[in-house]
Nanobody, 131 residues
Framework: EVQLVESGGGLVQPGGSLRLSCAAS????????MNWVRQAPGKGFEWVSS????????NTLNSLKGRFTISRDNAKNTLYLQMNSLKPEDTAVYYC????????????????????????WGQGTQVTVSS
């Protein structure tokens, strides 16, 4: 059974940092690309970042580049999202989502949310950025 369990969310002041983790089990983690997707209150899902199966290639929403960094540790079956200089508009539930393939697409491919790009989801972790 595929399981994705996020952790690391919480309440942080503007300008602060958080590191989200996603522990994966039930599949060969190193064979699949992984993603972070978020949902702000009252809004739809928004793709955040993707990383290929080897951790070599990444793609991040342009507006988040320089602040958010995706990474993975295949030895630990864990996906990460380092979030720095957090802003109130980053407040959302952050989901770890598995890709059905090894590779990722570059550019703006993921900007239009497509549920077919994600075959398994975690339960999400709440990130609240507020003073």
């Amino acid at each position: 059974e595929v399981q994705l369990v996020e952790s690391g969310g919480g309440l942080v002041q503007p300008g602060g940092s958080l590191r989200l983790s996603c522990a994966a089990s039930g599949f060969t983690f190193s064979n699949y690309a992984m993603n972070w997707v978020r949902q702000a209150p009252g809004k739809g899902f928004e793709w955040v970042s993707s990383i290929d199966s080897d951790g070599v290639s990444t793609n991040t929403l342009n507006s988040l580049k320089g602040r958010f960094t995706i990474s993975r540790d295949n030895a630990k079956n864990t996906l990460y999202l380092q979030m720095n200089s957090l802003k109130p508009e980053d407040t959302a539930v952050y989901y770890c989502a598995k890709s059905p393939r090894r590779f990722i697409y570059s550019g703006s491919y993921y900007y239009t949310f497509n549920r077919n790009e994600y075959d398994y989801w975690g339960q999400g972790t709440q990130v609240t950025v507020s003073s």
